[in-house]
């Protein structure tokens, strides 16, 4: 009986691991990769009216405007003519996990969407504080600020047709207005101020099938399985030898019992 249970737990084992095997070597997943590069932004100024003006036509998640040796309790104020982004004031940076503060994060409580973090309009102001600011903000909640996504698909021309719509869908030509403002509502002067504006801008670089080691993952299939059904045949086995030993037992037992008679 111990060796059929052996036998067939080993049949299901390699059974099972095959299973594992085959299925890594034809995934519906596929692997994004994008440039996630940063890219310098030409800056139009008017510092008698407190106004900077740029232009962005690509695929970009950042945006990052930095200011040097402005004006202090004023506020900054950052406008899109031609949609709408995200901005909060600890945007990009260290949160208590040590891991950077971001918009979006996984929705946990049914595993789909997103959950948005940051307020969401055309325009957004951060109160300036000292001569050096720094103000970031995100425009896109589709394109992978890690520059690589995964997505399923049915195969690689439909996985390519998905993975440029997404960087296509992210262009959005737009006029941006930045402006220097005090409490009063009116623009500030701001003569001998500097103000650099960079993006991180997405090109796709590469689409495949999201790729895992087989033999990687059959060997520790079959780690596990051999681990579930050592468990399962510990009771067992231990039944049979402690039956087995009993049985000896007693028929030692009995032998005595007619060798004295």
Not at 56 to 63: E, F
Not at 211 to 217: H, K, L, S, Y
């Amino acid at each position: 009986m111990l060796r059929t249970i052996i036998g067939l737990g080993l049949t299901l084992v390699l059974i099972l691991s095959y299973a594992v095997y085959s299925a890594t070597l034809d995934s519906s997943f596929y692997l994004a990769e994008t440039s996630n590069m940063k890219a310098m932004l030409d800056v139009d100024e008017d510092p008698s009216n407190g106004s900077y003006y740029f232009e962005t036509d690509t695929p970009i998640t950042w945006l990052n405007i930095s200011i040097d040796n402005s004006p202090v309790d004023v506020t900054l104020e950052v406008s899109s003519l031609g949609g709408v982004w995200w901005h909060h004031p600890n945007l990009g940076l260290d949160s208590d996990n040590d891991m950077p503060f971001q918009c979006f994060s996984p929705d946990t409580s049914d595993y789909e969407g997103l959950v948005e973090y940051c307020s969401r309009s055309s325009s957004h102001s951060i109160e300036v504080d000292s001569q050096m600011e720094e103000f970031r903000g995100l425009l896109s909640q589709d394109l992978p600020l890690s520059g690589a996504w995964a997505f399923i698909a049915d195969n690689s021309t439909h996985a390519n047709l998905i993975a440029n719509s997404t960087i296509n869908d992210s262009i959005l030509n737009r006029t941006w207005t930045v402006r220097m403002i005090d409490s009063e509502g009116s623009v500030v002067n701001t003569s001998g101020m500097g103000i650099s504006v960079s993006v991180v801008e997405h090109e796709i670089l590469d689409v495949s099938p999201y790729r895992i080691d087989p033999v990687t993952e059959m060997i520790w299939g079959m780690t596990a399985l051999i681990g579930c059904f050592g468990v399962v045949l510990i009771l067992p086995t231990a039944l049979y030898i402690a039956a087995t030993v009993k049985s000896k037992k007693n028929a030692e037992s009995i032998k005595a019992i007619d060798e004295d008679e």
